[in-house]
């Protein structure tokens, strides 16, 4: 399913997605028996996923949503990145499902883990759709993924450009949008 005028290779089909989203909530749903599920969504990239994702969950979920923000800031030594998120969830004594839908170098995941720990979150655990280890930065291994990619660029369910293609039913790589 292509849309007109695209040139997209779809990596994942919907049936794909649906099929191992419905896993990934089977497994989710045992480990979490007798709990709530704190599900923390990351946005931009999380949003379908997630809401496919906690609409699967057979435990009761509260569902709230973040978005990092990285600033360059200069040090004597160059510069620094810096991550904050907003608005700030409330996680104290909660046991924290930090959901994305690709996790790449590790960094903001890790950095967020940490953060929501460091609120009192009873636990954390990262589910991410797709996980892109090979360009992994830092030592990291999400506790739930969909799948795993090596593409550079991806596009629809949720994903891709700020303005364009995240609405697509269905996971794609594109030369063009790779530009």
Same mark, same amino acid.
Do not use: H, W
């Given at each position: 399913? $292509?849309?007109?005028? +695209? @040139?997209?290779? !779809?990596?994942?089909?919907?049936?794909?997605?649906? /099929? /191992? #989203?419905?896993?990934?909530?089977?497994?989710?749903?045992? +480990?979490?028996?007798?709990?709530?599920?704190?599900?923390?969504?990351?946005?931009? @990239? &999380?949003?379908?996923?997630?809401?496919?994702?906690? /609409?699967?969950?057979? !435990?009761? !979920?509260?569902?709230?949503?973040?978005? *990092?923000?990285?600033?360059?800031? *200069?040090?004597?030594?160059?510069?620094?990145? =810096?991550?904050?998120?907003?608005?700030?969830? =409330?996680?104290? &004594? %909660?046991? !924290?499902?930090?959901?994305?839908?690709?996790?790449?170098?590790?960094?903001?995941?890790?950095?967020? #883990?940490? @953060?929501?720990?460091?609120?009192? %979150?009873?636990?954390?655990?990262?589910?991410?759709?797709? +996980?892109?280890?090979?360009?992994?930065? #830092?030592?990291?291994? *999400? +506790?739930?993924?969909?799948?795993?990619?090596?593409?550079?660029?991806?596009? &629809?369910?949720?994903? &891709?450009?700020?303005?364009?293609?995240? $609405?697509? *039913?269905?996971?794609?790589?594109?030369?063009?949008?790779?530009?």
């Amino acid at each position: 399913m $292509n849309r007109a005028g +695209d @040139n997209l290779r !779809v990596l994942l089909s919907a049936e794909q997605l649906e /099929r /191992r #989203i419905q896993e990934l909530a089977r497994q989710i749903s045992m +480990d979490y028996s007798g709990k709530t599920i704190c599900a923390v969504c990351v946005l931009e @990239n &999380g949003f379908i996923f997630m809401a496919d994702l906690v /609409r699967a969950l057979e !435990v009761p !979920v509260v569902c709230q949503f973040i978005k *990092p923000e990285m600033t360059e800031i *200069p040090t004597k030594e160059g510069t620094a990145t =810096e991550i904050r998120f907003s608005p700030e969830p =409330e996680v104290k &004594g %909660a046991d !924290v499902l930090l959901v994305e839908g690709l996790v790449q170098s590790g960094v903001t995941s890790e950095f967020l #883990i940490r @953060n929501l720990l460091a609120r009192g %979150a009873k636990s954390v655990k990262l589910c991410t759709l797709l +996980d892109k280890q090979a360009a992994r930065r #830092i030592s990291l291994q *999400p +506790d739930y993924f969909g799948f795993l990619i090596s593409e550079s660029y991806v596009i &629809g369910y949720g994903l &891709g450009s700020p303005d364009l293609k995240r $609405n697509l *039913p269905y996971v794609a790589t594109s030369a063009v949008a790779a530009k």
